[in-house]
C-alpha cells in the first residue's frame, strides 16, 4: 500500500505539472481527490489493513492528500493568473500612450476668398445662390437673351453634353457662366431679390497663364422697384473697399453683354499706385499705368430676361454683374498663373 501510495503521488505530481488550463487541472483534482478518485479507493481499502500497518499507511494517505491539495491549489492560482496576463496582453490599450498626429489640410485660397465675398454680400443683406455646372442651352444662352446667331454660341467657347438635348431646353452644356442662375432665382422666387451666386464655370479655351478651361465667377442681382446703376455702384465700392481693407473708387466704362442694357465694365482703383498710375517714379505695371483695374461686367438687366424669369418689366427693374472669382484670387495674391490653383501642388497651396 505504501509504495502505490508514493506511486499515485508522484505520478499526480506529474500529471498536475504538465496541465495547461483550468479545467484540465479540474478534471485531474476529481481523478485523484473526488469521490471516486484513485486516493479515495486507496483510503477505502484502509480498513482492512491489520491496525500497525492502517496507522503508518493512514498518516501517509493524509499526507498524501494534503500535498496534492496544495499543489493543486498553488497550480490553480498559477493557471488563473496566466489567463489574465494573456487577455491583458490581447486587448490591452494604453490611454496615456500619445496618439499619431494627422496631418490637418486648410482651407483652399479659392474657397477663402469666396468665403469672403460671401460675408460681406451677405452682411448688405445678399441672399447665396446655387445651381446646376451643367446647364441647358435655354438657361445658358436663350433665356438670357443671346439668340443662336450670337458668337457666344460658337463651339470655340462652349463644351457640348454630346448627345444630350432635353427636347424642351436644348442642348446641355457645360455652363459658361453663372448668370443662368438670374433666371432660375427669377423663376423660382420672385421679385424683388437680392443674390449673389459664387460658382464654377467652363470655357472651351487653351489652356496657357491666364486662362484656363474651368474658373470661378460670383454674379450678382439685385432687382426691386426703383433701383439705379448709383446702386450699383455705391454697393461694389461698399464691397471692395471691405474686401482689401482700405478705400476702393469704382468707374464705370459703357460695355456690352446681350442680357443687360445698358451694359457697362466697372473698374476699380489700382491699389498698387493708389489710382495714380505711377509707383517710386515708374510707370505702375499692375494698371499699366492707368490707375484703374479691369474688374467685371454689368449692367440694368435686359427687359426680355425679366420676362424670361418672369418678372414685370414694368413694375420690377435692377441690375446684374458677374466678376471672376479666380481673378481676383490671383490679384489678390498676386498669383501670376491660374493653373496653379486647380492642379493641387502642395507647395504651392502650403503658402496660403
Ligand atoms: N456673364 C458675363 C460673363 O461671363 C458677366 C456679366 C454678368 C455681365 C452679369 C453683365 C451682367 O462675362
Redesign the pocket.
Known amino acids: 500500500m505504501e509504495t502505490q501510495l508514493k506511486n499515485l503521488q508522484s505520478e499526480a505530481l506529474s500529471a498536475i505539472e504538465k496541465t495547461k488550463t483550468p479545467e484540465d487541472l479540474k478534471s485531474l483534482e476529481v481523478k485523484y481527490l473526488g469521490r471516486k478518485g484513485e486516493l479515495t479507493q486507496i483510503l477505502r481499502g484502509l480498513k482492512d489493513l491489520p491496525p500497525e500497518e492502517k496507522k503508518k499507511a493512514g498518516q501517509l494517505s493524509n499526507s498524501v492528500k494534503k500535498t496534492l491539495e496544495d499543489v493543486l491549489e498553488t497550480k490553480k492560482a498559477k493557471l488563473e493568473t496566466a489567463e489574465i496576463e494573456k487577455a491583458l496582453k490581447k486587448d490591452f490599450f494604453d490611454t496615456t500612450i500619445p496618439g499619431d498626429a494627422r496631418p490637418l489640410g486648410h482651407i483652399h485660397p479659392l474657397t477663402q476668398i469666396q468665403e469672403e465675398v460671401e460675408r460681406i454680400f451677405n452682411q448688405m443683406g445678399f441672399g447665396i445662390m446655387d445651381g446646376p455646372e451643367v446647364e441647358s442651352e435655354y438657361y445658358n444662352f436663350e433665356s ?1 437673351n443671346i439668340p443662336s446667331d450670337h458668337p457666344a454660341r460658337d463651339m470655340q467657347d462652349t463644351f457640348f453634353i454630346k448627345d444630350k438635348d432635353d427636347g424642351k431646353h436644348g442642348k446641355m452644356v457645360l455652363r ?4 443662368p442662375v ?1 433666371i432660375r432665382t427669377m423663376e423660382k422666387y420672385g421679385a424683388p431679390l437680392r443674390i449673389i451666386v459664387p460658382g464654377r ?1 467652363f470655357r472651351y479655351e487653351a489652356t496657357d497663364a491666364g486662362h484656363d478651361t474651368t474658373f470661378y ?1 460670383v ?3 439685385l432687382i426691386e422697384k426703383d433701383i439705379s446703376l448709383s446702386h450699383l455702384k455705391g454697393v461694389m465700392a461698399e464691397f471692395l473697399s471691405r474686401l482689401f481693407g482700405k478705400p476702393v473708387k469704382v468707374r464705370f466704362r459703357p ?1 456690352y ?1 446681350p ?2 442694357e445698358p ?1 457697362l465694365e466697372l473698374d476699380f482703383s489700382c491699389l498698387i499706385c493708389d489710382n495714380t498710375g505711377q509707383r517710386e517714379g515708374e510707370d505702375c505695371k499692375v494698371c499699366k499705368k492707368t490707375g484703374w483695374i479691369e474688374f ?4 440694368m438687366v435686359h427687359e426680355n430676361v425679366l420676362k424670361a424669369g418672369g418678372i414685370d418689366p414694368k413694375k420690377y427693374q435692377g ?5 471672376g472669382l479666380t481673378r481676383l484670387v490671383m490679384m489678390r495674391y498676386a498669383i501670376d498663373d491660374i493653373r496653379l490653383l486647380t492642379n493641387s501642388d502642395l507647395r504651392f497651396l502650403k503658402q496660403f
Open positions: 438670357l459658361t457662366h453663372t448668370s438670374q464655370v465667377q454674379e450678382g442681382l460695355g453683354f442680357f443687360v451694359g467685371m461686367g454689368a449692367g441690375w446684374a454683374f458677374g466678376f
